[in-house]
């Protein structure tokens, strides 16, 4: 079993910046990343990250959002600047675990909300 934190959610403005953290509790976690969901709107991919460092952005948060992850700490981090209210969203992170069929843990979220 992999439990997720999320935190560091808040109210900001626009070109503001804010860092998500996600705290995981399990061993053996392979790729993390964080997906967000806007009100009405399907989950979408944000970024992701394998347990080797690779990275995937969506293109709409490239030079924008920088994720990473500290092994040590089992921490996942998102690091959000030049914020806008299109980035209005419950953030999501998630955990793999397994090799041949890796299991998706979700976090339980953490609401961003920009405002103009």
């Known amino acids: 079993q992999v439990h997720l934190v999320e935190s560091g959610g808040d109210l900001v403005q626009a070109g503001g910046s804010l860092r998500l953290s996600c705290a995981a509790s399990?061993?053996?976690?392979?790729?993390m990343g964080w997906y967000r969901q806007a009100p009405g709107k399907q989950r979408e991919l944000v970024a992701a990250i394998t347990r080797g460092g690779s990275i995937n952005y969506a293109d709409y948060v490239k030079g924008r959002f920088t994720v990473s992850r500290d092994h040590a700490k089992n921490t996942l981090y998102l690091q959000m600047n030049s914020l806008s209210p299109g980035d209005t969203a419950v953030y999501y992170c998630?955990?793999?675990?397994?090799?041949?069929?890796?299991?998706?843990?979700w976090g339980q979220g953490t609401q961003v909300t920009v405002s103009s």
């Open positions: 399990g061993i053996n976690i392979g790729a």
């Open positions: 998630y955990a793999e675990r397994g090799q041949v069929v890796p299991r998706r843990y």
